[in-house]
């Protein structure tokens, strides 16, 4: 079984350019994490979609952050324009969204790795 | 807010070694806890879960115990070997949030 893909797997951008990650969850799942992860430091959500539905994205900076999961399977984070302090590692994961109160593991895809100049 | 801590920061010891990892979290009323394992330049890749209910886990050479009430889990590894060297977090859920510890990095020397 495939896991979680994430393309670009790393990318380097210039301030103030817009950039884009994708990610395409494992087939079945139907909850998708995005998570940003700065050095030496633990995840933290920034948007979870149920099916093509944005639940949670209370931690998203919307100034600049934009998300979408059309027709509930891919989905692409955006940031237009990207900041110096952007540059980290984004994190997409997914579940089934089959029992509720947070029972479920989270399976992460590999990340994508972005360094702003 | 939970605030999850994670001591040591970093660990190095000799292979053949058991390994002990600490997670202490502030707010008891979690679904459940999770270990990850993180390996340079990659994703995160789920150990252990603990739920609420229960005390602890245990798949292979790795346990995980789980103290809700004071707020703790511990990871062991026993006898470490190379191919465990590599960051551990632990998460804390609360409903569908994670909650995560900054890690802890493992080095076992051969």
């Known amino acids: 079984e495939a896991g979680v893909v994430q393309s670009p797997r790393y990318k380097i951008i210039e301030k103030k350019q817009p950039v884009a990650f994708w990610c395409n969850p494992i087939s079945g799942h139907n909850t998708l994490y995005w998570y940003l992860q700065n050095l030496g430091q633990g995840p933290e959500l920034l948007i979870r979609?149920?099916?093509?539905?944005?639940?949670?994205d209370s931690q998203l900076p919307k100034d600049r952050f934009s998300a979408e999961r059309l027709k509930g399977v891919d989905s692409t984070l955006k940031i237009q324009p990207a900041e110096l302090g952007d540059s980290a590692v984004y994190l997409c994961?997914?579940?089934?969204?089959?029992?509720?109160?947070?029972?479920?593991?989270?399976?992460f895809g590999p990340g994508t790795r972005l360094l702003v100049l | 807010k939970q605030e999850v801590t994670q001591i040591p920061a970093a660990l190095s010891v000799p292979e053949g070694e058991n390994l002990v990892l600490n997670c202490s979290f502030t707010?008891?009323?979690?679904?459940?806890l999770q270990w990850f394992r993180q390996d340079p330049g990659k994703g995160l890749t789920s150990l252990l879960l603990?739920?609420?209910?229960?005390r602890e886990q245990t798949s292979g050479r790795l346990n995980a115990s789980l103290d809700k009430s004071s707020g703790r889990s511990t990871l062991y590894i026993a006898a470490s070997q190379p191919g465990d060297s590599a960051t551990y977090l632990c998460?804390?859920?609360?409903?569908?949030?994670?909650?995560f510890g900054a890690g802890t990095t493992v080095t076992v020397r051969a």
């Open positions: 994961a997914s579940s089934l969204g089959q029992t509720s109160g947070g029972q479920e593991t989270q399976y």
């Open positions: 707010d008891s009323a979690i679904y459940n």
């Open positions: 979609y149920e099916n093509e539905e944005a639940v949670d």
């Open positions: 998460a804390v859920s609360d409903d569908y949030k994670l909650s």
């Open positions: 603990i739920q609420s209910s229960q």
